[in-house]
């Protein structure tokens, strides 16, 4: 008979179920002013173009705005949500700006600068000149003899005329500063030149910025600060551009991208040779719209104007106020380039549109950029784009970093207002404005005031503290380990409760991530789980429960990561950031390290065995101790104290290092003037008891025995004063107490072993 072996099947599989939604990346978009989901074109890879820096001067800390806002916001979705982002940005180096400030440079280094060896007559006469052509174009308010120009600027309501014209305070800055200079006491040269510069280039353009036609002179200082806002974007760990356009490079593809437009209908030719945007063609044209970001400002001509650029010429030939130039036609004095139009280079806005669309093609991604660029900058290359595309929808996302005031006041480079990046990173540290911006949302206006200084330099000190603190316990852990001392592993409550703090602390930064890549809402919930597991620590330093360090390095090494995402530069052993003194790969050889260490702990042992030997009190042994281990926080570690008995081993930062020794600075100054104010007691107490004790001496007998009496009893009391007259009644009984008392103090000199008359 056969056996029907019967079949054995696995039981049912009950599959988890999804979440019923995800939660999405939302960002702030420009072009709807709402928070939208985020859907890249390519699943996965997102193309994003960021309008790069106008290269003629010093990179400030509005550029650091921008920049560092950016760069958080890409290494986000580039290593958080894991997008492979393909970053594209621009370096102008064509624009009226450059054109006039390189002019200015090269003129006043060929006319002055190599010209003058001293402050001559001929000098002085010229800066006199250069002074009144600058007040009489600028601060035509000024009316007077130049002599009396200071006392006119004490005067005059700067503020006040500041609110319509916000130049004038630039302009009064520069014309004292040349003022004190040509009638004040005549300083040296170098000062003298650098005093009278800013009024001396406008006229010296004015006279010869037309002869200055070599095309190097207008390369030369563009990529000088290109090179410049490089090296201070590495200082603020931004990252590099996948791409790096130039617009000199891109001419060719300039002067066909607008003979498209003009193709396309959108564009015309002027009779100087200067090619102009047909705004209102495009806005009447029915698949097209105008203004998309900032609709409220098309008429806006003084926005217009300044978008323009100062050097712009035949504006009267255009059909219209709002258009803008494409190809500006090229006047003595500046750089050209050839084109069927005539001689020209680019209008400044469709430089982007160019560069752009030959990385990203006929939609991008993201564009971003400053709000202030809103419009007409980035409303126009819309424009422009899609006249060239023929599409609807050039940018898909547009994302604006807020304005940046410095303690309530707008920066800007045309002002002359500003704080350069090299200066600020003088004052703060490259991770201290990193924090600034990062515990600002990057879509509003952040004031770098006071109040945000203190909470960043409080936020910053207070992570560094719980990371020395991490890697401490993490050593000492280890040291009992290589021990061969026995630690348990299991888990409790507080444990849990740490573990589950870091659950939701994970999730409260997706969350915060995915709502327009909030990095200050992320930080502050990583602040909390800071705080908490310090509680954590705190129970278990007590002997209140036993430190279980595995859930310590889980949250720390969490957060570093976070910190990592967002471009601080951290540790390889992701238990800190790096220290911003050289961080820890700083050392040298092993010698140079180990010997102050030895040297010290070898004084220590030196000093401990003279005073075993000497066989001193117990007291001089632990000073002996207190003196090492003020030593050792010298050199950058702390001992500090446990309720066991032992010391956890810390080795600090340079800025933990200097707050413990300034607090032992002040500890000590602290005992010092106690001692001292003790010292100055004892001494009022002994003089105090000196006096008493040369009273104690005389006898009752002679207490009065001086000219304010004339007669005195048998006892030695008063009986007249010093002009003969009975005492009174009731200056017996005063005098009468005194002697008593008297009488007192002298029985008990007595009973001390003094001696009586």
Same mark, same amino acid.
């Given at each position: ?663 032992? !600075?002040?500890? /000590?100054? =602290? #005992?010092?003037? *106690?001692? &001292? ?9 002994? %003089? @105090? ?21 004339? !007669?005195?009893? /048998?006892? =030695? #009391?008063?009986? *007249?004063? &010093? ?9 017996? %009984? @005063? ?23």
């Amino acid at each position: 008979m056969t056996t029907v072996k019967k079949s054995v099947q696995q039981p049912q599989w009950h599959a988890p179920q999804p979440p019923a939604s995800k939660t999405p990346l939302k960002l702030y978009n420009s072009l709807t002013r709402t928070k939208t989901e985020f859907v890249p074109i390519v699943p996965g890879h997102i193309s994003w173009y960021c309008c790069g820096p106008t290269v003629y001067d010093h990179s400030h800390m509005g550029h650091a705005r921008n920049y560092v806002s950016s760069d958080l916001c890409r290494r986000i979705l580039q290593d958080y949500f894991g997008y492979n982002v393909k970053f594209i940005q621009n370096v102008t180096d064509i624009d009226d700006k450059i054109i006039i400030a390189a002019r200015q440079e090269y003129l006043f280094e060929e006319k002055i600068v190599s010209q003058f060896s001293s402050v001559s007559e001929q000098l002085a006469a010229n800066a006199v000149q250069y002074l009144q052509a600058y007040l009489a174009k600028n601060l035509p308010e000024f009316t007077g003899d130049i002599n009396t120009f200071v006392q006119w600027a004490d005067q005059v309501d700067v503020a006040a005329i500041a609110k319509d014209k916000p130049k004038f305070p630039m302009y009064i800055a520069a014309a004292r500063l040349a003022h004190g200079a040509i009638y004040g006491n005549q300083p040296a040269l170098d000062k003298y030149l650098a005093s009278i510069k800013d009024i001396a280039m406008p006229a010296l353009d004015a006279e010869f910025g037309s002869t200055v036609t070599d095309p190097s002179i207008f390369r030369k200082l563009p990529y000088y600060w290109e090179r410049k806002f490089d090296e201070d974007m590495a200082k603020l760990n931004v990252l590099p551009s996948t791409i790096t356009t130039r617009v000199s490079e891109y001419i060719p593809d300039i002067i066909e991208y607008v003979d498209k437009i003009i193709t396309n209908g959108f564009a015309y030719v002027t009779s100087d040779g200067s090619v102009y945007f047909d705004t209102a063609k495009f806005e009447n044209d029915s698949n097209h719209d105008y203004a998309k970001l900032q609709p409220w400002n098309k008429g806006d001509m003084s926005l217009i104007n300044d978008g323009e650029g100062s050097l712009s010429s035949g504006q009267a030939t255009k059909k219209n106020p709002a258009d803008f130039a494409l190809w500006k036609a090229s006047k003595p004095g500046e750089p050209s380039w050839s084109s069927k139009w005539g001689d020209g280079r680019p209008g400044w806005h469709i430089e982007c549109s160019v560069m752009a669309s030959d990385i990203t093609g006929e939609t991008m991604d993201i564009h971003s950029g400053g709000v202030d660029l809103c419009f007409p900058h980035h409303d126009n290359e819309l424009a422009q784009s899609e006249a060239y595309f023929n599409n609807k929808q050039w940018v898909n996302y547009f994302l604006h970093n807020g304005h940046l005031h410095i303690q309530g006041q707008k920066m800007s480079k045309s002002l002359k207002n500003f704080i350069t990046i090299e200066q600020a990173l003088k004052d703060f540290s490259s991770r201290q404005l990193r924090l600034v911006f990062a515990l600002s949302s990057w879509d509003k206006p952040l004031d770098f005031k006071d109040s945000l200084i203190h909470e960043v330099k409080s936020f910053e000190s207070s992570f560094s503290k719980f990371f020395t603190n991490v890697r401490a316990l993490n050593n000492d852990y280890k040291h009992k380990i290589s021990e061969g001392q026995y630690v348990s592993k299991k888990v409790g409550p507080k444990e849990k409760q740490l573990y589950n703090d870091l659950s939701d602390s994970q999730t409260a930064v997706h969350l915060a991530f995915s709502d327009n890549l909030s990095t200050s809402q992320a930080l502050r919930v990583i602040q909390d789980l800071v705080t908490k597991t310090n509680t954590y620590l705190q129970e278990t330093s007590t002997g209140e429960s036993e430190l279980r360090i595995e859930v310590v390095l889980q949250v720390t090494n969490w957060i570093v990561k976070i910190l990592n995402i967002l471009g601080f530069e951290t540790r390889s052993d992701k238990l800190g950031w790096v220290d911003s003194n050289g961080g820890e790969d700083s050392a040298g050889s092993k010698e140079d390290v180990a010997l102050p260490y030895v040297k010290a702990f070898s004084q220590f042992r030196d000093n401990v065995r003279t005073l075993a030997i000497n066989k001193s009190e117990t007291s001089e042994f632990l000073k002996a101790t207190d003196a090492i281990r003020q030593e050792l926080v010298n050199l950058g570690v702390s001992l500090d104290d446990r309720p066991n008995g032992s010391a956890l081993v810390k080795f600090l930062n340079e800025q933990e290092k200097l707050q413990l020794i300034q607090q032992q !600075e002040e500890k /000590e100054r =602290g #005992l010092a003037e *106690k001692e &001292k104010k003790k010292q100055q007691q004892q001494a009022a107490n002994a %003089k @105090k008891e000196a006096e008493r004790l040369a009273k104690m001496k005389v006898n009752p007998k002679d207490l009065f025995k001086n000219d304010l009496y004339s !007669e005195w009893d /048998e006892s =030695g #009391l008063p009986t *007249k004063d &010093k002009a003969g007259e009975e005492v009174t009644k009731s200056m017996k %009984k @005063k005098l009468l107490k005194q002697y008593q008392q008297q009488e007192k103090l002298y029985q008990e000199w007595l009973k001390l072993g003094g001696e009586g008359n």
